[in-house]
């Protein structure tokens, strides 16, 4: 993963990205006992759209291929770890704005903060995510009070 992250960071310094987040299960296993997942979830903030609030995120797309990374059905194979991007709403936008920055292997990254994170599973709502709720709580002290203002902004409805 440490190639990986390294390949993302590159993307975001020559702006082909303006930003990144590691979220989903990945962001997950920073916090709690390890589970089984086995794609890396990069959630993005793309340079921009056009007028007609179309996203163009062709020069990422670009970048990679020159690079020689292979598409497998929803992921691209990057130093041999399935990344799926997500191109970020206005909560993911926020909490890519506000993840935490960490080192993964002494290389600088970012990712989901637990509070975040848990209101992206609640919104998502799989029965996974749920679970992966259940276990941040149980296992994270979480700072409730910012989860609570993070929900009532978003509109998420709580399931505790």
Do not use: C
């Not at 290389?107 to 679970?131: C, M, N, Q």
């Amino acid at each position: 993963m440490k190639n990986t992250i390294k390949v993302l960071n590159e993307m975001r310094n020559k702006g082909i990205i303006v930003d990144y987040a590691i979220g989903g299960g990945i962001a997950t296993l920073f916090y709690i006992e390890a589970f089984l997942t086995y794609d890396l979830d990069i959630f993005i903030i793309p340079k921009g759209e056009d007028k007609k609030g179309i996203i163009d995120i062709s020069d990422m797309y670009d970048f990679l291929i020159k690079k020689g990374y292979k598409w497998e059905g929803e992921h691209i194979i990057i130093e041999g770890i399935p990344v799926q991007f997500i191109v970020a709403n206005e909560l993911e936008e926020e909490a890519i704005k506000n993840a935490k920055e960490i080192k993964f292997e002494n290389i600088p990254t970012k990712v989901f903060s637990p509070e975040y994170l848990v209101a992206i599973l609640l919104k998502v709502g799989r029965k996974k995510d749920k679970d992966r709720v259940e276990k941040l709580l149980e296992q994270k002290n979480l700072n409730k009070k910012k989860l609570s203002i993070i929900l009532e902004r978003f509109k998420i409805e709580w399931i505790g």
